[in-house]
């Protein structure tokens, strides 16, 4: 079973930043695909990034370039840096973790959330 915890949510103004992480415990190894997604009222769960175990990363192509996902394997640590944010960011974003690791791999384990929310 895998364990996954956010942090780092909150009131931002548009042009802003947050920093998000998500602390990952139980049976989780930097090999596994991670992931947030982000839920707006209203909408479908969408993949925001993704990082495979070797670092590599995949963005939503709304996020690129204003979005950055890290992860820290010794650590279990999973972050998003958000800059440059819009009020159409404004969402609950969700850690989440893949049992496989590579890009198109389903996620199966999800943490609680954490509440975005851009708005001058």
């Known amino acids: 079973q895998v364990q996954l915890v956010e942090s780092g949510g909150g009131l931002v103004q548009p042009g802003g930043s947050l920093r998000l992480s998500c602390a990952a415990s139980?049976?989780?190894?930097?090999?596994?695909?991670m992931g947030w997604y982000r839920q707006a009222p209203g909408n479908q769960r969408e993949l925001v990034a993704a990082?495979?175990?070797?670092?590599?990363?995949n963005y939503a192509a709304s996020v690129k370039g204003r979005f950055t996902i890290s992860r820290d394997n010794a650590k279990n640590m999973v972050d998003l840096q958000l800059s440059s944010l819009k009020p159409e960011d404004t969402a609950v974003y969700y850690c989440?973790?893949?049992?496989?690791?590579?890009?198109?791999?389903?996620?199966?384990?999800w943490g609680q959330g954490t509440q975005v929310t851009v708005s001058s």
């Open positions: 989440a973790a893949s049992r496989g690791a590579w890009f198109g791999a389903s996620f199966d384990y």
């Open positions: 139980g049976s989780i190894f930097s090999s596994n695909l």
């Open positions: 990082i495979t175990g070797g670092g590599s990363t």
